[in-house]
């Protein structure tokens, strides 16, 4: 083969369309460069390390990769003909079926005494060998932008008419331009009705130049921005844009929110970033900063500007498309349309004022909450006596605790939270406060809907708690309840979430506790039957206590996998010990499966429970030390009597560190009990002496885990 035909250079392909969905573009441009690229990788035309760079912009999707064949390297194929028995005679002649196998793959009777015998399996067959021709760039390219197109996740397909005013086609949004180039030379293909070529277009308004012919693969992104006025490639405008807005900022000593979907959003909305500073007036911050930050980035795209502290400011920064010499009318412009915007919100924000939380709760009971668990009045009302039921048990304020569920859902019924679903409870915070409400119940009001927080956090406001832990179990045992499950990745009530935040609350209660060398008086098992007693009789189905339980637990384990590993989480999780114990017990293992004697112990445990599932009936929590006869016995009765009461002494105390280690002591009794003493005597008073023996030490073993999910 030519080393002409077998030439390597960089591949550039580039669809030139109408603009694309900005939510969707990041995607797009990652799903459509990946594919392309692996299908040309399948077809031995790239390099499975070949350097791949995607371009995405609102009008294009692009891919650009390194070494690209000109065509495949010939392959040998080997095809398996049949049984040598049936494609040859007695005087090893070629049987009709062979040359009629042969002729299907272009070959005729006198390649068979080329043919390869082999064996297969117990037989013997025929093999014909031949070297097929590697695919040529123009056919492989081909298939890899049509594999491509089909694989990319378009949320909507569109379709459209073609020039010739007849055929019809499917795609995201019309293309209007196909650009091929291998190296300098012009590959050629053609979908969707377009015949691939080097001419693309730049800017809507700025290109220098239309359309813009780009030379070769490697010019492209140069030649669109410097030609065409375009940052080709998405992570390269968004960095631009990151750039952009900092430096903007910094004059006045502020800082850019930080969003980083906002920030792909227009990102896939520009061809050109151009940051500038808008203004607003002062008025307008009167109203929650909340309400004017989610206008004006999911209405008009800004970043508003904070300062030092987090506060907002009445100063934003517009990301623009155009990049005039006197950008004044674009500000202004921005400016002007602003201003509804935040006075809308003013508006909302003034007339909910006009009534109290209070008197929107009757409302609730006109709004349908599930079809099968009543209205948001019903729910308000499980939601109350669940908190004060948490709250009795944790020494919470029970009256503020009832005031802050009944008033939780009551900025449903407002204006702002009409327009903004996204600030529920966060609105109802600030009305509360402005009727008067005691700061605590406004500040649970205000948490209800925040995603659970980081390890360190300190519980500051009781009344939180028990708000978030009574609203998320109203919502896991009413909808888990009516047989709304989690399935697969769905999960419409995000009840997966709510399990997380329950068992969150409960780490954090358990730290306050621990503080003050308590500990929590709330167990999951008295929360799940509590939270079911709330719902009418026979609503929910059986079984939702002990599946829910499970549940949270599973949740829990999966959450802790990663960071701990999976044979110290089955450990502890086994005994499924109280949820805020679990972290602390997850490195107390850690920290025991370091030690020397862990591995021996680990084994043991595992030993003693297999021994003790296969023992007849009862088995005795303790041996009697009368009936111990031989020495390596009677020494692990007295270690178990020393070690274990120090072991369940730091158990007591929350110690489990000391408790686990405390235990390794254990090692040498044991590892001498099972070389010198038999568990299953003759003597059947013998034997149950011994297993409770086992039993005991089983017990003390694990209590803190089961040290036997320990063993390898």
Known sequence: MSTDVMKAANLLVELFVEELPPKALKKLGEAFAGALAESLVAQGLADSNATVTRFASPRRLGVHVENVLARAADKPVSTKLMPVAVGLDADGKATPALVKRLAALGADASAVGQLRRAADGKNEALFHDSIAPGTTLADGLQHALETAMAKLPIPKVMQYQLADGWSSVNFVRPVHGVVAL????????????????????????????????????????????????????????????????????????????????????????????????????????????????????????????????????????????????????????????????????????????????????????????????????????????????????????????????ELAKADLLTDMVGEFPELQGIMGGYYARHDGEDERVAQAIADQYLVRRDETEDVSNLISEVLQIADRMETLVGIWGIGLKPTGD?????????????????????????????????????????????????????????????????????????????????????????????????????????????????????????????????????????????????????????????????????????????????????????????????DPALKANRLALLNQLHRTMNRVADLSRLAA
């Open 182 to 405: 291998h190296g300098a030379d012009i590959v050629p293909l053609s979908v969707l009705g377009l015949q691939a070529g080097r001419d693309t277009q730049g800017h809507r308004f700025e290109a220098r130049v239309s359309p813009v012919v780009i030379q070769s693969a490697d010019s492209y992104a140069s030649q669109l921005k410097d030609e065409g006025a375009v940052i080709a490639s998405f992570a390269e405008r968004r960095a631009e844009i990151v750039r952009q807005l900092q430096a903007a900022a910094a004059p006045s000593g502020l800082k850019p929110i930080e969003d980083d979907a906002l920030l792909d959003e227009v990102t896939a909305l520009v061809e050109r970033p151009n940051v500038l500073v808008g203004q607003f007036e002062q008025a307008f911050l009167e109203v929650p900063q909340e309400c004017l930050i989610l206008t004006m980035k999911a209405n008009q795209k800004y970043f508003p500007l904070l300062d030092r502290s987090g506060k907002l400011t009445h100063q934003f920064l517009i990301v623009s498309n155009i990049s005039p010499a006197d950008a004044s009318a674009v500000i202004q412009g921005n400016e002007r349309v602003v201003r509804p915007r935040l006075a809308d919100a003013k508006f909302f924000f003034d007339q909910d004022r006009k009534k109290t939380l209070g008197s929107r709760v009757p409302g609730l009971a006109k709004v349908v909450y599930h079809n099968k668990l009543g209205s948001q009045g019903d729910r308000v009302e499980r939601v109350r006596a669940i908190a004060r039921w948490v709250a009795g048990k944790i020494g919470a304020d029970v009256g503020l605790a009832d005031r802050a569920a």
């Open 490 to 682: 769905k999960d419409p009530f995000a009840l997966r979430r709510h399990a997380l935040s329950v068992i969150k609350s409960f780490q954090l209660l358990g730290a306050v506790f621990a503080r003050d060398k308590a500990e929590l008086p709330l167990s999951l098992d008295e929360l799940i039957e509590f939270s079911l007693s709330v719902f009418p009789a026979g609503m929910l189905d059986a079984n939702v206590a002990e599946e829910l339980k499970l549940f949270i637990y599973e949740r829990n384990a999966n959450q802790l996998t990663p960071v701990f590993g999976a044979e110290a989480v089955a450990a502890v999780f086994s005994n499924l010990p109280p949820l805020h114990d679990v972290a602390k017990r997850l490195r107390a293992v850690q920290a025991f499966a370091l030690l020397p004697e862990s591995p021996s112990l680990a084994a043991a445990n595992k030993r003693v429970g297999n021994i003790l599932k296969k023992a007849e009936g009862p088995v005795g929590d303790a041996p009697d030390p009368a009936r111990c006869i031989e020495a390596a016995e009677k020494d692990l009765v007295a270690a178990l009597a020393d070690i274990g009461l120090k072991a369940d002494t730091d158990f007591e105390a929350g110690d489990y560190t000391a408790s686990l280690q405390t235990l390794a002591a254990l090692k040498t009794p044991v590892d001498a009990f099972f070389d010198q003493v038999m568990v299953n005597a003759d």
